[in-house]
Nanobody
């Protein structure tokens, strides 16, 4: 019912920047929250940043001051601007959205397919 499509990953040198995008589409009534998670090789998936209906944002300590999450509500699209990237930021980045669909009053989590970010030293 809901699809999340990510783009913007790639290979960058340490100190560089990337911007990830995630567009939600489908039978969307409203989106309560959107966010980015990442999973490094052999590691658990972790929250990177999230933004909630009403404008609040939340960041992992490791990315504070370097990453910025923003949302275009008209396009149902969330962005993650990543500056001063470090090798330890290397991971697959997944978009997540808590969506209320048109046929159900509850919100459900949806995930994108993931996009690889690789930071070389």
């Amino acid at each position: 019912q809901v699809q999340l499509v990510e783009s913007g990953g790639g290979l960058v040198q340490a100190g560089g920047s990337l911007r990830l995008s995630c567009a939600a589409s489908g039978s969307i009534f409203t989106i309560n929250a959107m966010g980015w998670y990442r999973q490094g090789l052999g590691k658990q998936r972790e929250l990177v940043a999230s933004t909630h209906n009403g404008g609040s944002t939340n960041y992992a300590d490791s990315v504070k001051g370097r990453f910025t999450i923003s949302i275009d509500n008209a396009k149902n699209t969330v962005y993650l601007r990543m500056n001063n990237l470090k090798p330890e930021d290397t991971a697959v980045y997944y978009c997540n959205a808590a969506v209320v669909v048109t046929t159900d009053p509850h919100d459900y989590d949806y995930w994108g397919q993931g996009t690889q970010v690789t930071v070389s030293s």
